[in-house]
T-cell receptor, first 115, second 113 residues
Framework: DVKVTQSSRYLVKRTGEKVFLECVQD?????MFWYRQDPGLGLRLIYF?????MKEKGDIPEGYSVSREKKERFSLILESASTNQTSMYLC????WGTGNTGELFFGEGSRLTVL | GENVEQHPSTLSVQEGDSAVIKCTYS??????FPWYKQELGKGPQLIID?????GEKKDQRIAVTLNKTAKHFSLHITETQPEDSAVYFCAAIQEGGYQKVTFGIGTKLQVIP
């Protein structure tokens, strides 16, 4: 089974702190994604990466950055956390050739609270 | 870009009844339509998908229908069971390249025993 692991299930941070959300997948997938999930807004794409050191902006990249130094790892960075970034963050991966088609494999999510 | 509308946002049904969730999309170039189920405390998981060259697809108690002309597609769950209680997301995608997946806002389904 594909496993996408998000390092932290729950985080509480203070406004202005730098926050790192880590995601690791074990199926050698080329594509990795970060989504944000909010009630009434569904899943919104923040950033995605289709190769090591490559990244593309999604729908809501403002206030976020990403890093993909190794194929299996995709990190989401909040340079200076703000209260409006309190949310559930979901990482996903998918294999090469499907781009954003085919099956997305999601992690269990990281719930971030910014005070 | 693509816009996907999903309704209802919440749905309660009695165990054994059917549930229907509907989505509409805006981009006629979209040709792949997956449905994801998210159980409490977990990430979404693909349960069924349909491509634009097919009008209907079934997998046991779940089925999807697609009307390309009207740009809408639906998820049908028959003989609902308590374990069907979850949030369901539809999505519309144009295959090829690295286009973004556009999800609907989700439907919270509650199956009452």
């Amino acid at each position: 089974d594909v496993k996408v692991t998000q390092s932290s299930r729950y985080l509480v941070k203070r406004t202005g702190e730098k926050v790192f959300l880590e995601c690791v997948q074990d199926m050698d997938h080329e594509n990795m994604f970060w989504y944000r999930q909010d009630p009434g807004l569904g899943l919104r794409l923040i950033y995605f990466s289709y190769d090591v050191k490559m990244k593309e902006k999604g729908d809501i990249p403002e206030g976020y950055s990403v890093s993909r130094e190794k194929k299996e790892r995709f990190s989401l960075i909040l340079e200076s956390a703000s209260t409006n970034q309190t949310s559930m963050y979901l990482c996903a991966s998918s294999p090469w050739g499907t781009g954003n088609t085919g099956e997305l494999f999601f992690g269990e999510g990281s719930r971030l609270t910014v005070l | 870009g693509e816009n996907v509308e999903q309704h209802p946002s919440t749905l309660s049904v009695q165990e054994g009844d059917s549930a229907v969730i509907k989505c509409t999309y805006s981009d006629s170039a979209s040709n792949y339509f997956p449905w994801y189920k998210q159980e409490l405390g977990k990430g979404p998981q693909l349960i069924i998908d349909i491509r634009s060259n097919v009008g209907e697809k079934k997998d046991q108690r779940i089925a999807v229908t697609l009307n390309k002309t009207a740009k809408h597609f639906s998820l049908h769950i028959t003989e609902t069971q308590p374990e069907d209680s979850a949030v369901y997301f539809c999505a519309a995608i144009q295959e090829g390249g690295y286009q973004k997946v556009t999800f609907g806002i989700g439907t919270k389904l509650q199956v009452i025993p």
